[in-house]
């Protein structure tokens, strides 16, 4: 048996090939096996050795790239066959089936559903099937030409195939169970932070923990009800249009072709000095307002005053916020603290990798915020951080105490938007006059009608602001109050 992690010998490759006699879907056909070879290849990084029968028919429903089949077809033991069909019209029949479209199913969400459902049935195998390491197949389509299953079927050995489907017909229940489990909000979720074909900077493991885990399930719906509030932004490109050789502006840049004319009556020393300085005037016919380049750093308490319904709104608000920064163009990177600031993860507009990680860090370092603001200043000091404007969220609770002085600090380089959740009183801070904004989310604000409302809220706010919208302000450094509780 070959290595987890290497590709499969000759023998192997074939016998799994050979597998595909005992398939009991119609409908399917050359491109969902290969995207079974790649669901395949996503349980072994998993750690789970499956045959690609198995990943084939339950991924192909899944994907809805198949149908159970109407009477019983292939070779193998009748029995089981005709177990195994009947176990396919049951699944197809279960919700995470018939709502496929309504999520992205890309290759590693389908390889982490098939680990769940296959989960339950793999302590029901036998001993010598249970035991078997992990292989990779090959991708390239052309090796696959080359196989015909029903040969490859008759030419080794398939007991390890029947085993499986004999254990999954025997526990069918079982894997009934899991798919009904399978909390289909998580999938959207994960569907809506997508990046193409691929899950651009997230970890199998990571995936697979995000479904499998129940107690993420609050954030996870938090974060649905703000779906909307994510998906309604307008970049405003700022661009001018005019006629067809119309000016817009005479401007201090552009190329020699529309300098203006009056700018030749220069002698040649005193022409050559104006260029050189950048005093010369241009025509421009369109012009793109350039914004200055800024950095949203989003930072969410991780300690164990956020539990409970302080941590579903944090992280359903950071996951929406740093979504709507990322999809106007703006760099976003989300980080958690507690005693220390974290790395964090970049967030794009395309990409995946915050989600599996505001929905699972868990920090056990106790509180020591007065370091976590004194390791931002340090690094929002260093010369490499002075690329562009930086802005800082900060999303914890009432008993936040920060240096003010170093809060001041903070406050000259970067606006501070405050929220804090549940304050469990009148918010009394003696940093509050160096925030940008502050919002303060009470128990009415947080209960389950109206939270959503409240986050919308904050979102429209930090886009005002970013746009110079009437109600915002385009923020910058003040050191001191410019924002409101509510």
């Not at 018939?98 to 680990?115: I, N, T």
């Not at 958690?336 to 970049?346: I, M, P, T």
């Not at 105490?401 to 406050?411: G, I, M, R, S």
């Not at 128990?443 to 409240?454: D, L, N, P, Y």
């Amino acid at each position: 048996m070959a290595e987890r992690g290497e590709p499969t010998g000759s023998a192997q490759f074939e016998r799994q090939v050979g597998t595909m006699a005992l398939s009991q879907l119609d409908g399917s056909g050359a491109l969902s096996l290969m995207r079974a070879v790649a669901w395949h290849n996503a349980l072994a990084r998993l750690g789970y050795a499956v045959p690609l029968v198995v990943v084939h028919d339950l991924g192909c429903l899944v994907a809805g790239l198949g149908r159970p089949a109407s009477q019983l077809r292939g070779l193998g033991d009748a029995e089981v066959g005709e177990g195994w069909r009947r176990l396919l019209v049951e699944l197809h029949e279960a919700e995470l089936m018939r709502s496929q479209a309504g999520w992205k199913h890309r290759d590693p969400m389908v390889g982490v559903v098939l680990a769940r459902i296959l989960s339950s049935i793999v302590p029901q195998l036998p001993e010598e099937v249970r035991v078997l390491r992990p292989s990779l197949l090959p991708t390239d389509v052309v090796h696959y030409t080359r196989v015909e299953p029903t040969s490859a079927f008759s030419r080794y050995d398939q007991s390890v195939a029947q085993a499986w489907l004999r254990s999954l017909v025997e526990h069918r229940l079982l894997a009934i169970l899991e798919v009904e489990q399978i909390d289909l909000d998580a999938l959207r979720l994960l569907g809506l932070f997508r990046g193409g074909d691929a899950l651009p900077g997230v970890d199998l493991a990571d995936l697979y923990n995000v479904i499998i885990s129940p107690s993420l399930a609050d954030v996870i719906d938090f974060s649905m009800e703000l779906l909307p509030s994510i998906l309604e932004v307008k970049r405003e490109a700022g661009q001018q249009a005019f006629s067809i050789d119309g000016y817009a502006s005479i401007e201090r840049r552009g190329n020699l072709d529309d300098l203006v004319l009056t700018q030749l009556a220069y002698d040649e020393e005193v022409f050559e000095q104006k260029l050189a300085d950048g005093e010369l005037f241009y025509f421009t016919h369109e012009k793109q307002h350039d914004s200055e380049r800024r950095t949203h750093q989003v930072l969410v308490d991780g300690s164990a005053s956020m539990r409970g319904v302080r941590e579903v709104f944090a992280r359903g608000l950071a996951l929406a916020l740093c979504k709507r920064l990322a999809l106007l163009g703006e760099d976003v990177m989300l980080r958690f603290f507690d005693s220390r600031l974290y790395e964090g993860v970049k967030v794009t507009g395309t990409g995946s990798a915050e989600v599996p990680y505001a929905l699972q860090f868990r920090a056990e370092r106790g509180r020591n915020y007065a370091r976590v603001i004194r390791q931002l200043n340090a690094e929002l000091g260093q010369p490499r951080r002075r690329e562009g404007q930086p802005l800082v969220y900060l999303l914890t609770h009432g008993e936040c105490q920060l240096p003010p002085d170093d809060v001041a600090h903070l406050a000259a380089r970067a606006p501070i938007y405050g929220v804090y959740i549940l304050p469990g009183g009148p918010l009394s801070l003696p940093y509050l006059d160096s925030l940008h904004r502050i919002h303060v989310i009470d128990a009415e604000a947080i209960s389950h009608g109206r939270r959503a409302h409240k986050a919308r809220q904050i979102l429209d706010e930090v886009q005002g602001d970013l746009q110079g919208r009437p109600g915002g302000r385009a923020p910058a450094p003040r050191g001191r109050r410019g924002g409101r509780r509510s």
